[in-house]
């Protein structure tokens, strides 16, 4: 009796923990059949939280100068990139990548572009305000101005105390970072033209974009290998997931020294493992909103979706000048599946057409993720919530 008592108390707490990790109670506000993000059972979703969250993503005050908020480098109208080909932090220092979109990174099973070891948007939300190379907001060893901040704003103390009640002292460092987490996991995107064509629109999606669409899709272009599945990625996870799908690819994006080097100290998954074999392997972003974040790649180099056609039709760039000049079409680290293909001009028209046809406008103007500090925006702390 005494082990059937503990066998279910044991599978209690596994499907208490499982509903916690799939957080039914937070509307998500997805179409039908799509699957929620993932969950941490420590930081279930709430709309008070995210609304919490919003306010601090957008709060200057959690920069050293107090100018630099999240929302610098992420700008909702971007579809949170932030335009620029490298990021610029609060000191001026120039970044060596660009700043990745926002959208849909809730279901990213890896963030940022090359590190295989962070999955967490909670440890993730450490980096930008106390990382030191480089550095982003510079709340390195400022972290007790951080907690008076937050105690001595009306606003905070409203808030802070009714998201985090069980907690005996809401002020910390951890829950602005579950609150900022749980505000990015709230940006979710599945309403472009291609959403609603897969949700029975015929008239969503022109001729072209259709027959861009079966180019995307088709083998001779192999784009769908590294940017499939629902987010466009194939480094991604759901609340369904039975396999967490994890991918790093070296497009040919360069070749140095002609034996497959990438510019030092951006050298992408090679970086962490120092493995030869991972040389200029980054993440394949998901190209929801692809139309918006221009500039692209890693470093931001190549200026538009034209280019970025331009680079995979011919199996990776070429540079004949500068520092960083080399085939990469010759790089012996390429995915296999940067092979290189011919396009007639009817056909990278409908191709680009497919591609802006993946542009969620709602998430780009939804006043729920935007700036509350705005002097047009909803009233701070309101607990708004996305569009339902």
Not at 102 to 129: C, F, G, H, I, K
């Amino acid at each position: 009796m005494k082990k059937l008592l503990a066998a279910l108390l044991v599978a209690g707490l596994i499907v208490f923990s499982l509903l916690l990790l799939h957080d039914r109670s937070y509307d998500w506000g997805l179409p039908e059949d799509y699957p929620a993000p993932r969950v941490p059972a420590d930081n279930a979703m709430s709309d008070l939280k995210v609304a919490l969250g919003r306010r601090l993503f957008y709060d200057p005050r959690l920069s050293r100068d107090n100018s630099f908020s999240c929302g610098t480098c992420h700008r909702q109208r971007l579809a949170f990139t932030d335009g620029r080909a490298r990021a610029i932090g609060v000191t001026g220092q120039l970044h060596p990548r660009s700043a990745m979109s926002l959208v849909n990174a809730a279901y990213a099973s890896r963030l940022t572009w090359a590190n295989p070891l962070l999955d967490s948007l909670e440890v993730q939300a450490l980096t930008p305000m106390f990382g030191e190379e480089p550095v982003e907001m510079g709340m390195g060893g400022r972290e007790r101005e951080i907690i008076r901040m937050l105690q001595d704003d009306a606003q905070y103390r409203k808030l802070l105390p009714r998201a985090f009640s069980r907690d005996r002292d809401p002020y910390s460092i951890l829950n602005v970072t579950r609150s900022i987490a749980a505000f990015v996991r709230s940006i979710v995107s599945f309403d472009s033209p291609y959403d609603r064509y897969l949700q029975g629109d015929p008239t969503s999606l022109g001729a072209a974009e259709q027959r861009g669409m079966a180019l995307f899709f088709s083998e001779r272009l192999e784009c769908f290998h590294c940017h499939g599945g629902f987010n466009f990625t194939d480094s991604s996870s759901h609340s369904n997931a039975a396999v967490e799908r994890v991918g790093f690819h070296n497009t040919g994006l360069y070749n140095v020294d002609g034996e497959g080097a990438y510019p030092a100290g951006n050298t992408g998954l090679h970086d962490v493992t120092g493995r030869t074999r991972d040389m200029g392997r980054f993440r394949a972003p998901t190209l929801r909103n692809i139309g918006m974040t221009a500039p692209y790649m890693h470093d931001g180099s190549i200026a538009t979706l034209d280019e970025v056609i331009d680079h995979y039709a011919r199996a990776g760039r070429s540079l004949g000048e500068g520092p960083f000049r080399g085939d990469g079409s010759r790089n012996p680290y390429k995915s296999e599946f940067i092979v290189g293909f011919s396009l007639a001009e009817p056909e990278r028209a409908d191709l680009l057409a497919f591609l802006h046809a993946l542009t969620d406008t709602g998430v780009l103007n939804d006043p729920a993720w935007s700036d509350p500090f705005a002097a047009t925006a909803e009233p701070a702390g309101a607990g708004s919530v996305p569009r339902r």
